[in-house]
């Protein structure tokens, strides 16, 4: 039997209300201990990398493999792009002053002391040699020398000075410097992809100054490409540039390539450096700068290479900054007289070739990096072009094979020209040819064609005069034009 018990009203009352005050207690701990909680992690975040946007802390903390998954991370730092700002630090002029006017073009080197060579000097000298002195009005140098010995900066900013005063006063060429206390921990980092210690020192470091001198460039031209200190130019590159960003104009592209080494010549739009100096920051340490770029360019919806040919910058360093180890790498692209860039006139492109997959006839006769690829051909196979107008030649240049597949030539073939075209527009081909030349070793090249051909030109095609059982790369096909024809 149970009896049970009922307190007067007033203890009742009394009970309640103790009750409630023990919950209030508990609630207003855990409540305290939340606030302790969050304010110890911004304090801890603010300690560590004062420059850094909180939100750029979030994604370093999140990343916990060496691959970044530009699926994972895209709707997060396309919110970080909203962040136009510049990171907040302080550059010393070494020499030079700020800008008067907006250019077209900035070029950006970032430098550190080598162990053996030093090719900065011989740089920025191609850079100005090979401009003309128009191009020169058009463009701004911008040298970060990004090493910790004030002596060697005092050293290289002395040499800069003698040798090129006349451009530093005529406001084209600035050198700048970063002083260590806005670093980052460049100590203790994670050992990605089995580096040592000091290999992931040197590419983290290498980050922080490319996105230390991305942030300095971004409000001084339009456009800005990214070299390193041992390149060499190709002539009047800036109107080669100028040409090619004229043709994608109305397309989206976030990063175009003229050249297919490390960090050289990458073309960006300026608008786009404060989130790629952000972007150089938040993965500082996981990988390399150039690993780092191809996710960049990814997260913003590019998710392929835009190369072009022929490569305006040549690597020319003998010996990395990298502990003084030999760098040899050259790009087979380049071309000292690039400023000569075909012009590859409107034209309706097919072959009876068969072609492999999606190496279509058109890929050749693109400047971007890409080309035709055909299974083996056979004797009178050929790849036509039919010209949109008639037009007259100067010159003409095809190139077969790759790099990678150096037996995928033309090993028997000829260059022809035609006139006189019939057919409707799908089936429009010539009805005489003139044999320009045959092709040696796959190659194929001929200059002063204007003097040796004296009709307007329709078509031209690439003959196979013998059958061969290796397939057939057309890598690139270069017309350069002169007059137009009378009508």
């Known amino acids: 039997q149970v009896t049970l018990v009922y307190a007067p009203l007033h203890m009742r009352h009394s009970l309640n209300y103790f009750d409630k005050m023990r919950c209030l207690r508990k609630r207003s701990a855990v409540s305290f201990l939340g606030v302790l909680v969050i304010c110890l992690l911004f304090m801890n975040l603010y300690i560590e990398d004062g420059y850094v946007l909180e939100g750029d802390k979030q994604i370093i903390r999140e990343t916990a493999t060496h691959q970044l998954n530009p699926e994972r991370y895209v709707h997060t730092f396309k919110d970080l792009s909203n962040f136009s700002g510049s990171i907040n630090i302080s550059y010393r002029y070494l020499a030079g002053t700020p800008l008067p006017r907006k250019r077209y073009l900035t070029i950006g080197l970032s430098s550190v002391k080598r162990k053996k060579g030093n090719y900065l000097l011989e740089t920025i000298k191609s850079i100005f040699e090979q401009s003309s002195y128009e191009e020169l009005k058009e463009i ?32 084209r060429l600035i050198v700048i410097h970063v002083p260590e206390e806005y670093y980052p921990v460049l100590d203790g980092l994670k050992r990605n992809y089995n580096d040592p210690e000091d290999r992931v020192k040197f590419r983290s470091k290498q980050n922080v100054d490319y996105a230390f001198l991305l942030n300095f460039c971004a409000n001084l031209s339009d456009y800005y490409v990214m070299l390193e200190d041992d390149v060499r130019c190709s002539k009047n590159f800036l109107t080669a540039v100028k040409k090619v960003i004229t043709s994608r104009e109305g397309s989206y592209w976030v990063t175009l390539e003229f050249s297919k080494l490390g960090y050289i010549g990458k073309l960006y739009h300026s608008h786009d450096l404060p989130r790629l100096a952000h972007f150089l920051l938040m993965f500082y340490q996981e990988m390399p700068c150039d690993w780092l770029l191809i996710h960049f360019r990814g997260l913003l919806a590019q998710k392929e290479v835009i190369r072009f040919k022929p490569s305006l910058f040549q690597h020319m360093g003998y010996y990395s900054s990298y502990k003084g180890a030999e760098n040899k790498l050259k790009d087979d692209d380049f071309e000292e007289e690039s400023f000569d860039i075909p012009d590859n006139p409107p034209a309706n492109l097919h072959t009876n070739m068969n072609v492999f997959e999606n190496y279509e006839a058109s890929k050749a006769y693109s400047s971007i990096d890409e080309y035709f ?47 006189k075209i019939v057919g409707g527009k799908k089936g429009r081909q010539c009805t005489t040819y003139l044999r320009l030349g045959e092709f040696k070793n796959g190659n194929f090249e001929i200059t002063d064609v204007e003097h040796k051909v004296l009709f307007d030109i329709n078509c031209m095609r690439i003959l196979v005069t013998k059958s061969q059982k290796e397939w057939l790369i057309i890598r690139s096909i270069s017309i350069w034009t002169c007059q137009t024809p009378n009508q």
């Open 373 to 419: 690829w055909g299974k083996a051909p056979s004797t009178g196979d050929f790849y036509g072009i039919v010209f949109e107008k008639p037009i007259k030649i100067s010159k003409i240049k095809v190139i077969t094979g790759t790099e990678d597949r150096q037996n995928d030539i033309l090993h028997h073939g000829a260059l022809e020209v035609g006139e």
């Open 140 to 171: 701004a140098v911008v040298v970060q020398l990004a090493d910790f010995d004030s002596a060697w900066c005092e050293g290289m900013v002395k040499d800069i000075s003698l040798k090129f005063a006349h451009h530093i006063i005529a406001g």
